[in-house]
């Protein structure tokens, strides 16, 4: 069963477009991964999923459900939750309360304060600091965690290797398979193509606002996704 | 002992200001938004209880109102500005500012310009005598400790509470914020909600303490003002501090000249912001 489906959804950015009649579909309990390289529009497509930024055209379905006239925040509500680009952690909340607002939305589930410490122990230690103070691979954990906090059905992280080091990069997949064992579906954006192969079920590949390749991500041949990444071969 | 005298008057009176100021401080802290009107709705709330409380009790006249300021203050702020907000930093405040030039004129036409006060028979003027020479009113001693109350509770709200955390969390970062499904235009009503409660409790305070008119409420925003800047933007405790400071200042002015005053808790306020323009007890990252 599909969680999430995207009809033609097309985005523009003031008069510049930046998403053209992308399609995809995403099977409960799945990871699929979002890859493309910069400008190639796929945080713009967390956006318009997390409900920050309007489609100008198509659909988004989420659990049967069309989304078109769900705001951003009553989204996290239903269940989807995104973990932004640059982690926007609160600066002047300390860890705890950063992980604790992400309950807001009150919805039930595996996660709570506890699980997610035991998730990432690394946060549990920095429990007391400010969100200023915490290096990059610490925000994005407590960005996850803060998002797991709404338990939702659907995580989208967008970046989530960005930046970091690679021992990090490697805590932060770790986990993930913990968080699709709960039940979670997650959309990945990634710029990591083998990070993001070895850790999806499905990919897409996004060039210049297109999805130009679509499959299962162990088929997909690496001269398949570097024609579609670099758009070689592509009129 | 003249002037542990003064000083001590001066503190109860910074708890008077504590409390006009604390409801801008909130609102400033939240959104951004500096409530020209503040003081103006602090005066209203004194003429609601004159009204209320002229058809029933003080007591239950207070009650009543504060709720009603707190409805005000969300509708207000989901009315016209949360759209305000949208167009940028000048338009809130032309909001607030018209807020001030509504309500002044529309009380001196309801009420004409003469002044009033809120009747509390003997507590206006009974007092707890500390020694020969020095002794408080209860009222002023009323005040200072809702003050003080007040700002705890606010505190213990902001730093406990889930609706707290997420009223921080929207002042830290609004789009993060509806990112874990926190609606922002509820919040900023909430908190102006909450500013203009606390306005009421200080408008009812004041009028119990001594007279007003229509055409106060500026003072008391200016007054409310240099408490939130002395004790610094976005602090809550600073705020409470400020108030106190100016209401020390203010008072041991007075002490050296009755007309002094006034002019001197605006020197120990200039000399804050030369100085430490930061204010006392900031909380403001270096950016």
Not at chain 1, 132 to 154: K, Y
Not at chain 2, 245 to 263: D, K, Y
Not at chain 2, 273 to 278: A, C, G, H, S
């Given at each position: 069963?599909a969680?999430?489906?995207?009809?033609?959804?097309?985005?523009h950015?003031?008069?510049l477009q930046?998403?053209?009649?992308?399609?995809l579909s995403?099977?409960?309990?799945?990871?699929?991964s979002v890859?493309?390289a910069?400008?190639?529009?796929?945080?713009?497509?967390?956006?318009?999923?997390?409900g920050?930024?309007?489609?100008?055209?198509?659909?988004v379905?989420?659990?049967?459900?069309?989304?078109?006239?769900?705001?951003g925040?009553?989204r996290v509500?239903s269940?989807?939750s995104?973990v932004p680009?640059?982690r926007r952690?609160?600066?002047s909340l300390?860890?705890?309360?950063?992980?604790?607002?992400?309950?807001?939305?009150k919805r039930v589930?595996?996660?709570?304060?506890d699980?997610?410490r035991t998730l990432?122990p690394l946060i549990?230690d920095?429990?007391?600091?400010?969100?200023?103070?915490?290096s990059?691979?610490?925000?994005?954990m407590?960005a996850?965690?803060r998002?797991?906090?709404?338990?939702p059905?659907?995580?989208?992280?967008?970046e989530a290797?960005?930046?970091?080091a690679p021992?990090v990069v490697?805590?932060?997949y770790?986990?993930?398979?913990?968080?699709?064992?709960?039940g979670?579906?997650v959309?990945?954006?990634e710029?990591n193509v083998s990070?993001?192969?070895?850790?999806?079920?499905?990919?897409?590949?996004?060039?210049?606002?297109?999805a130009v390749?679509?499959?299962?991500?162990d088929?997909?041949?690496h001269?398949?996704?570097?024609?579609?990444?670099f758009?070689i071969?592509v009129? | 002992m003249i002037w542990?005298n003064?000083?001590l008057q001066?503190?109860?009176?910074?708890?008077?200001?504590?409390?006009l100021?604390?409801g801008?401080?909130?609102?400033?802290?939240?959104?951004?938004?500096?409530?020209?009107?503040?003081g103006?709705?602090?005066i209203?709330a004194?003429?609601l209880?004159?009204?209320?409380a002229?058809?029933?009790?003080?007591w239950?006249g207070?009650?009543?109102?504060?709720?009603?300021?707190?409805?005000l203050?969300?509708?207000?702020q989901r009315?016209?500005l949360n759209?305000a907000?949208s167009?940028?930093v000048?338009?809130?405040?032309?909001?607030?500012?018209?807020?001030s030039?509504?309500?002044?004129?529309?009380?001196?036409?309801?009420?004409?310009?003469?002044?009033r006060s809120?009747?509390t028979?003997s507590?206006g003027s009974?007092?707890l005598?500390?020694?020969?020479?020095i002794?408080?009113?209860?009222?002023p001693?009323?005040?200072?400790?809702v003050?003080?109350i007040?700002?705890l509770?606010?505190?213990?709200f902001?730093?406990?509470t889930?609706?707290g955390r997420?009223m921080?969390?929207t002042?830290?970062?609004?789009?993060?914020a509806?990112?874990?499904g926190?609606n922002?235009?509820h919040?900023?009503?909430?908190?102006?909600g909450?500013?203009l409660?606390a306005?009421?409790?200080?408008?009812?305070?004041?009028?119990?303490?001594?007279?007003f008119?229509?055409?106060?409420g500026?003072?008391a925003?200016?007054?409310?003002f240099?408490?939130v800047?002395?004790g610094g933007?976005?602090?809550l405790?600073g705020?409470l501090?400020?108030?106190i400071?100016?209401g020390i200042g203010?008072?041991i002015g007075?002490?050296?000249?009755?007309?002094?005053g006034?002019?001197?808790?605006?020197l120990v306020?200039?000399?804050i912001l030369?100085f430490?323009p930061q204010?006392?007890?900031?909380?403001?990252?270096?950016?």
């Amino acid at each position: 069963m599909a969680i999430l489906e995207l009809e033609n959804v097309e985005a523009h950015y003031g008069d510049l477009q930046a998403l053209f009649g992308i399609s995809l579909s995403l099977q409960k309990g799945s990871v699929h991964s979002v890859i493309g390289a910069n400008g190639a529009g796929k945080s713009t497509l967390l956006k318009v999923i997390a409900g920050s930024m309007q489609p100008t055209a198509g659909r988004v379905i989420f659990n049967g459900q069309d989304l078109n006239k769900v705001s951003g925040f009553q989204r996290v509500k239903s269940g989807i939750s995104l973990v932004p680009e640059g982690r926007r952690i609160f600066p002047s909340l300390t860890v705890e309360e950063n992980v604790k607002v992400g309950a807001y939305a009150k919805r039930v589930g595996y996660w709570n304060a506890d699980t997610v410490r035991t998730l990432y122990p690394l946060i549990a230690d920095r429990w007391s600091r400010l969100g200023f103070h915490c290096s990059g691979g610490e925000l994005q954990m407590i960005a996850i965690a803060r998002a797991l906090m709404a338990n939702p059905d659907l995580l989208l992280i967008d970046e989530a290797s960005l930046g970091l080091a690679p021992i990090v990069v490697a805590q932060v997949y770790e986990s993930l398979s913990q968080i699709v064992a709960q039940g979670t579906s997650v959309l990945l954006v990634e710029q990591n193509v083998s990070q993001a192969l070895k850790a999806s079920t499905t990919a897409s590949v996004l060039l210049e606002g297109r999805a130009v390749l679509t499959g299962k991500s162990d088929e997909l041949s690496h001269e398949a996704i570097k024609n579609a990444y670099f758009g070689i071969g592509v009129a | 002992m003249i002037w542990t005298n003064a000083i001590l008057q001066g503190l109860l009176v910074g708890g008077l200001y504590a409390l006009l100021a604390s409801g801008l401080s909130l609102v400033f802290g939240v959104m951004r938004i500096v409530n020209l009107g503040h003081g103006d709705f602090s005066i209203l709330a004194a003429y609601l209880v004159l009204i209320v409380a002229g058809h029933s009790n003080l007591w239950l006249g207070t009650i009543a109102v504060l709720p009603i300021m707190a409805l005000l203050g969300y509708a207000l702020q989901r009315s016209l500005l949360n759209r305000a907000l949208s167009l940028g930093v000048l338009s809130p405040l032309l909001i607030t500012f018209a807020f001030s030039i509504i309500l002044q004129n529309a009380l001196l036409k309801i009420f004409s310009s003469d002044t009033r006060s809120i009747q509390t028979e003997s507590l206006g003027s009974a007092s707890l005598k500390i020694t020969e020479s020095i002794s408080v009113g209860y009222l002023p001693l009323i005040t200072f400790f809702v003050g003080v109350i007040l700002t705890l509770t606010l505190h213990v709200f902001l730093t406990r509470t889930q609706l707290g955390r997420a009223m921080r969390a929207t002042s830290d970062d609004p789009t993060a914020a509806e990112l874990i499904g926190i609606n922002n235009r509820h919040i900023y009503g909430l908190a102006t909600g909450i500013g203009l409660f606390a306005a009421g409790i200080a408008g009812i305070l004041f009028g119990m303490r001594t007279q007003f008119s229509p055409s106060l409420g500026p003072v008391a925003l200016i007054f409310a003002f240099e408490a939130v800047i002395i004790g610094g933007l976005g602090s809550l405790w600073g705020t409470l501090v400020g108030g106190i400071v100016l209401g020390i200042g203010q008072s041991i002015g007075a002490q050296i000249n009755p007309a002094f005053g006034v002019l001197a808790g605006h020197l120990v306020f200039i000399t804050i912001l030369l100085f430490k323009p930061q204010g006392l007890l900031s909380k403001q990252r270096g950016t």
